[in-house]
């Protein structure tokens, strides 16, 4: 999977993300994780050196509202870059 995107509503802060992937996931206010590279768009790849991190976030999740895909979460015709 190259696309990641936090589920917000699962989100229960635990802060585990942003310790395994501080490149990729960081806390708004309320500490509820998002993916810094496209404000939690699901819409930007992940580069590849930061795969096996985003990987490990995803599995160490406890809510599993860490989400990872080959596509891009961004219906085509509305993607944001
Ligand atoms: Fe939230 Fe899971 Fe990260 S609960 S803070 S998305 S590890």
Redesign the pocket.
């Known amino acids: 999977p190259k696309f990641t995107k936090?589920d917000q509503s699962t989100?229960?802060?635990?802060?585990?993300?942003?310790l395994t992937a501080p490149e990729i996931?960081n806390?708004n206010d309320e500490g509820?994780?998002y993916v810094i590279l496209d404000d939690n768009q699901g819409s930007v790849e992940v580069p590849e050196l930061l795969r096996p991190d985003m990987l490990l976030?995803y599995e160490?999740?406890?809510?599993g509202?860490?989400k990872v895909s080959k596509e891009t979460f961004v219906e085509e015709g509305h993607r944001v870059k």
């Not at 989100?11 to 942003?18: K, L, M, V």
């Not at 160490?60 to 809510?63: A, E, S």
């Open positions: 936090v989100c229960i802060a635990c802060g585990a993300c942003g996931y806390y509820i994780a976030a160490g999740c406890p809510t509202s860490i």
